[in-house]
């Protein structure tokens, strides 16, 4: 799997829709200061589904949008789309290419697709959970962000690890199967106290 094309329209500084090719192997970006460098990988972070506007640089989710220049009016609108060569079937999906979109309207209003088709936040997460790439994994090392996972409390690192070994999805469906196991549990308490009472 790879990421083959980065759209960009409305988010940050791209008020005009900008698409990125990008070829197997390593690309660079280069830019003046202040050009959007970071705003691009913020993209795909925010495609991934961040959840975090501060870490996205912002104070609400709202601020994503093309906020206008001197010379130009907002927009209305974020929208990014992600396109992966899925040929060696790494994610759990058909067809071979994944296209993932986002989009965020000024009155709040958010949606996800998944290859064009309307899906939840929740099932983008997943498909990307433990794939390496979902929006807390060490795909994406920010400016800061070294010091940040030296600096961690031991725990926290662990998650790190966690997430690049692709244990984090097995250790949330115990977490959930324990807390079912836990209801049934108490649901089986009160049976016994019915029984009890009854006979
Ligand atoms: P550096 O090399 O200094 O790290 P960079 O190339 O990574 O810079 P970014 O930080 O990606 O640049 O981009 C910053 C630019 O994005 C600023 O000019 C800022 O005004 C602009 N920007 C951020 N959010 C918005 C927004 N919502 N609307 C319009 N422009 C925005």
Not at 65 to 73: C, E, H, L, S, V
Not at 129 to 145: C, K, N, P, V, Y
């Amino acid at each position: 799997m790879y990421l083959q094309e980065l759209t960009i329209n409305g988010f940050k500084s791209f008020a005009d829709k900008t698409q990125i090719k990008f070829d197997p192997g390593l690309t660079g970006v280069v830019g003046p200061n202040g050009s959007g460098k970071s705003n691009i990988t913020e993209a795909i972070r925010w495609v991934l589904g961040e959840q975090s506007a501060k870490s996205l640089r912002g104070e609400r989710m709202g601020d994503v949008i093309f906020a206008g220049t001197d010379t130009r009016p907002p927009l209305n609108r974020a929208e990014v789309t992600m396109v992966f060569n899925n040929d060696d079937g790494y994610l759990d999906q058909q067809p071979t290419q994944v296209s993932v979109t986002r989009r965020l309207f000024r009155n709040g209003d958010s949606e996800f697709l998944l290859n064009n088709k309307q899906v939840r936040l929740k099932d983008i997460v997943t498909l990307f959970m433990d794939s390496g790439l979902g929006r807390d994994s060490f795909a994406f090392i920010s400016q800061g962000r070294v010091e940040a996972i030296f600096n961690s409390k031991p725990e926290d690192r662990r998650g790190i690890f966690e997430e690049a070994a692709g244990v984090l999805k097995y250790k949330q469906q115990k977490a959930k199967a324990q807390a079912q196991l836990d209801e049934t549990d108490d649901n089986l308490d009160r049976v016994h106290d019915i029984v009890h009472e009854l006979s």
